[in-house]
């Protein structure tokens, strides 16, 4: 075991010869306000939304991109209803006419903006692939007509009608969803918030802040950093995700760990319910006993009860102090032992902490063409992050921790970021693995609940599966599979199983289903930690609930949607 005055320093050596960062400050604390989105080598295919972090003022509409822009080759992807041919739609939805796009028209206004007809072949399908093509390129629509509101009222005149006329939706956000949820599978109707898109207020000594569903989360947090708040929830498609669709989701992200769950965090919704009713809960207040809790239902619903147009939520102080940390370990046990000791001498100042094992690393290097932080390779790495409001406190703190880890061995090296840039540089090796996981052309993605002892034998068994089946090959352009790689929100025994592909083959999906969810259910784990249901786990959502809590769900969706136009095919 090396000596204590040894350990860390060791951490600058590697530091000083690694280039990669610059060496001007040996301090630890790092003063700093706000962390934006990781520019990404890779960010235009991520961020499909540009100039989201500029922050406006009160009832004004924040800065957004109307929709997602169709990502290059769209037109390749295959449609899902020829991926999963046992899909039929449902013959009971009507199938859209001229006449319908002219009362949407009489609902929307004028605006060029507020409606894409290809019903009446007035939009190319060029101008629809945007909202029919999903993120992982996986999943692909036919809808001919996209609404865009720009008011609860017109969203409520909208579904009424849709429920009137048997006409089926799709409620779509940022469109960054990663099962299938926001984008249609026939010709459901895409109704696309991003129009609406305003802060309604904020209160500077609460941390109540209200705003429309399509304001981006980025450019939520901008606007509350710039009052000294954060948006308790962050997430790699920051720049693209709609609050709406995060509390359709309700979606984890990096610091779940540090501020909770939205179902803690948002104290009021507003929704329209599929006839039109439009569901005024938009409370600011932090406690109110006072019946059913009913906006819970919204948070996670996925679309499939009603469509979510504003959200108020407690926005907790944005810490003047933070530090990220990215360490290599030599196994999964160490990393264990890392996550253990940080709770115990991080404690209160803890925010982040993520797991990556080797191999996504070296999936992220080989994307991005970035370098990796540490001059060796390890098996795993951690990221961990620390915000709080004393400098030296937590620099004190912070240093006290890397002395215990490295002096036990726990960790094998590591850095410190010592700036903004270094801060993001090192978060990009955690978010970009999103990215760099489906750059050869797809991914099966795995977002899984895992008691932490035994997070990880799964994407080591499912590795050895892939070795055993020979469709798996870094360099031979012929196998589907490229790598298998596991990271995710360690502090939240949330496993993200990324299978990196260069196509999607149902011969992949064989080896990978029903097994991995056996493999959960088997540990009383979850198929769905934080990316939801959508289309992607429907069929599968018995590995998780019994069958009375599913039968709760059916009567719930029943009641909410008795005519089932919200969300069609997935969910429930
Ligand atoms: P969409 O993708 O448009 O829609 C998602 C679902 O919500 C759909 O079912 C849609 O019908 C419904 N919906 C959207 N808006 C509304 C509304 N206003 N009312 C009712 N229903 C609505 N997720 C995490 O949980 N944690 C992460 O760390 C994370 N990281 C990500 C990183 C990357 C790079 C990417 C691409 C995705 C990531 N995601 C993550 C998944 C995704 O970003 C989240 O699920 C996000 O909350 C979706 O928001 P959106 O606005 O894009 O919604
Ligand atoms: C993440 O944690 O990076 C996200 O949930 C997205 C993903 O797994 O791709
Ligand atoms: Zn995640």
């Known amino acids: 075991m090396p000596p204590l005055h040894r350990a860390l320093p060791a951490l600058r050596r590697l530091r000083l010869a690694n280039n990669t960062f610059q060496q001007q400050s040996s301090r630890l604390g790092l003063q700093q306000t706000s962390r934006q989105a990781v520019a990404y080598p890779l960010a235009h295919q991520i961020r499909w939304q540009q100039n989201a972090s500029r922050s406006e003022g009160e009832g004004q509409p924040t800065p957004s991109e109307p929709a997602p822009p169709a990502r290059s080759g769209s037109k390749n992807i295959k449609y899902t209803s020829e991926s999963y041919p046992q899909m039929q739609r449902d013959s009971r939805f009507k199938e859209l006419d001229k006449s319908d796009v002219e009362h949407f028209r009489s609902i929307l206004g004028s605006s060029a903006s507020a409606i894409i007809d290809g019903v009446t072949q007035e939009a190319s399908n060029e101008d629809l692939e945007g909202y029919n093509a999903d993120w992982m390129r996986k999943y692909r629509g036919h809808a001919r007509l996209v609404l865009k509101p720009e008011s609860t009222e017109q969203v409520s005149k909208i579904l009424k009608y849709c429920n009137d006329n048997m006409i089926a939706v799709n409620p779509q956000g940022g469109n960054t969803g990663l099962v299938g949820g926001s984008v249609p599978v026939f010709d459901e109707v895409v109704i696309n918030l991003a129009r609406m898109s305003k802060i309604r207020s904020f209160d500077d000594v609460s941390g109540i802040f209200v705003a429309d569903a399509g304001v981006i989360l980025e450019s939520a947090d901008s606007y509350l950093a710039e009052r000294g708040y954060i948006f308790p929830l962050d997430l790699g498609a920051k720049g693209s995700c709609q609050l709406g669709g995060n509390v359709a989701t309700n979606a984890g992200g990096l610091r779940l760990l540090r501020y909770g769950s939205l179902h803690g965090n948002i104290l009021g919704l507003e929704a329209v319910l599929p006839d039109g009713t439009v569901v005024d809960d938009l409370s ?289």
């Open 284 to 572: 600011k207040l932090r406690k109110n006993n006072t019946g059913y809790d009913l906006k819970q239902l919204f948070i996670g619903g996925e679309g499939t009860i009603g469509i979510v147009t504003a959200l108020s939520i407690i926005c907790p102080q944005r810490s003047p102090a933070v530090n990220v940390a990215y360490f290599g370990l030599q196994s999964y046990e160490k990393a264990q032992e890392a996550f253990r000791e940080a709770k115990k001498q991080l404690s209160e100042i803890l925010s982040a902490f993520e797991m990556m094992d080797g191999q996504s690393q070296n999936l992220y290097a080989r994307a991005s063409g970035a370098k990796l932080p540490l001059e060796e390779e390890y098996p795993f790495y951690c990221l961990i992050e620390t915000s709080g409001s004393n400098t030296d406190h937590d620099s004190e703190k912070l240093n006290t921790f890397l002395e215990h880890v490295m002096g036990e061995e726990i960790v094998s090296d590591g850095v410190v970021a010592q700036d903004e840039t270094q801060v993001q540089s090192l978060w990009a090796c955690r978010e970009g693995v999103s990215e760099a996981s489906q750059h050869w052309g797809g991914v099966y993605k795995y977002d899984l609940s895992i008691p932490l002892p035994q997070l990880y034998d799964l994407v080591a068994e499912a590795r050895t599966r892939f070795e055993e089946s020979g469709l798996m090959s870094k360099e031979d352009e012929g196998k589907a599979v490229l790598d298998v790689v596991g990271y995710g929100h360690m502090g939240d025994s949330n496993l993200h199983l990324n299978v990196a592909c260069r196509r999607y083959d149902k011969e992949v999906e064989k080896v990978l289903e029903p097994w991995v969810y056996e493999w959960v259910a088997e540990r009383h784990g979850s198929i769905s930690a934080e990316h939801g249901l959508g289309l992607a786990k429907k069929e599968f959502i018995g590995y998780s609930r019994s069958e009375t809590m599913v039968k709760l769900m059916k009567q719930i969706k029943d009641f909410y949607d008795p005519k089932g136009i919200m969300n069609p095919y997935k969910y429930i």
